[in-house]
């Protein structure tokens, strides 16, 4: 299959963009990407068209929640105890969830899904496509595991009289399950003979691959001390850090980028509607951004549904991010932060056939995609576009 006649914004290193060009893609992978009309061509024309990659939303609960169902339909947060680093979100997520088929719509092809901020210590974070219907297929990547600090698990366990009731807990909770896993690494890496390895613990076994880097550690944390808190964990663990939210990334900008440690900040249109938010700002991406701080911008669907990712980039443009900082805030910068900038987040010779064809420019609220590619799915939502 190709697509011809295309404006091709490619985000690759060279942030190139052809003017006028086409993408082949089989199999599902990228086999081309060239200037001009190649010879023969059938396919797809797009018309003079603007095509980007897929957008990217590194911050979601999708597939975790069934809109009008209630508490019977969330599966994201499991209050039972509060460190359960041995939780798979896979076996979480809907893809029969409605959302999936409006993330496609907005042109949105891979999220990550991570469970929600009500542990400090959580589960793993799962890459997936939007299209499809069996998550084992649907995944991408395992990139990660979720921890929280602050707010959410402090009220949570609070109102039940339980631990922790503090951020001192919080964190003390964090290093214990970090430093028992260390150990628990060490034990198993000493056993000389199959009856000398340590008695099987599946939460540590979860966090080795955190503590080797196989896996990024996210940490849900809105406030400056709380942030700080992360990176002094991640130090003390070898850990490679990203910050979730980041509400009050803006007022330590210059810290974050001395630290080069990735935001993705979001969801950009709320309120400040616990303390935690006090600062909370549209403005927060582009001064991260102009500090040299990598920046991703999500929706935390449910939180903000998946559909208005495009719009909520438009409200950072809106308070200063430019142009190409927002569009890389949702491909290949988002990618990178991930972890899987090698299938997706550009338009590249051997990656994903993952892309979005407008008419009209992306980020503004009457935009809509005429066509999305996932994993060289074609969803045309505009019957003009086949010719």
């Excluded at 491909?331 to 990656?351: H, N, P, Q, R």
Aim: proline share 6%.
């Amino acid at each position: 299959m190709i697509i011809f006649n295309a404006k091709i914004y490619t985000q690759d290193r060279e942030r190139r963009v052809i003017e006028k060009g086409f993408v082949r893609f089989e199999n599902g992978l990228i086999t081309e990407v060239g200037e001009g009309t190649p010879e023969a061509a059938e396919g797809i024309d797009a018309g003079g068209r603007t095509l980007y990659p897929g957008f990217i939303d590194i911050h979601t609960h999708l597939g975790l929640t069934t809109g009008g169902v209630g508490v019977e339909g969330e599966d994201f947060n499991e209050e039972s105890e509060p460190v359960s680093p041995q939780l798979h979100i896979l076996d979480a997520i809907n893809p029969f969830d409605v959302s999936f088929k409006k993330a496609l719509e907005a042109g949105v092809t891979a999220v990550l899904v991570s469970p929600g901020s009500m542990n400090p210590v959580a589960g793993d974070i799962c890459a997936v496509s939007t299209d499809g219907r069996r998550i084992d297929s649907m995944l991408l990547r395992k990139v990660g595991m979720k921890f929280s600090l602050g707010e959410n698990p402090k009220m949570t366990y609070m109102n039940r009289d339980e631990t922790p009731c503090t951020r001192m807990a919080i964190a003390a909770m964090i290093r214990e399950a970090l430093a028992k896993a260390k150990r628990y690494r060490s034990d198993r890496e000493a056993a000389e003979e199959p009856g000398d390895l340590p008695e099987l613990d599946l939460g540590s076994e979860a966090l080795i691959p955190l503590l080797d880097r196989k896996l990024k550690a996210h940490f849900h944390c809105h406030r400056a001390d709380d942030i700080f808190t992360a990176l002094r964990i991640s130090k003390e663990f070898g850990l490679d850090p990203v910050l979730i939210h980041c509400t009050d990334g803006h007022l330590i900008a210059g810290e974050l980028a001395e630290e080069k440690v990735p935001a993705v900040v979001g969801p950009i249109m709320c309120d400040a509607c616990k303390p935690e938010l006090v600062n909370i700002t549209p403005a927060n991406a582009a001064v991260l951004a102009r500090a040299g701080v990598p920046v991703a911008i999500c929706t935390d669907h449910s939180e903000i549904p998946i559909e208005y990712l495009p719009i909520s980039v438009g409200v950072c443009m809106k308070h200063g991010l430019s142009f190409e900082k927002a569009l890389d805030a949702v491909t290949v910068t988002a990618a990178e932060i991930a972890g899987i900038s090698d299938l997706t987040g550009s338009v590249e010779v051997g990656k994903r056939a993952d892309f979005v064809l407008f008419d009209a420019p992306p980020f503004e609220v009457m935009s809509s995609p005429v066509m999305t590619v996932c994993g060289g799915r074609i969803h045309s939502f505009e019957q003009t576009v086949d010719r």
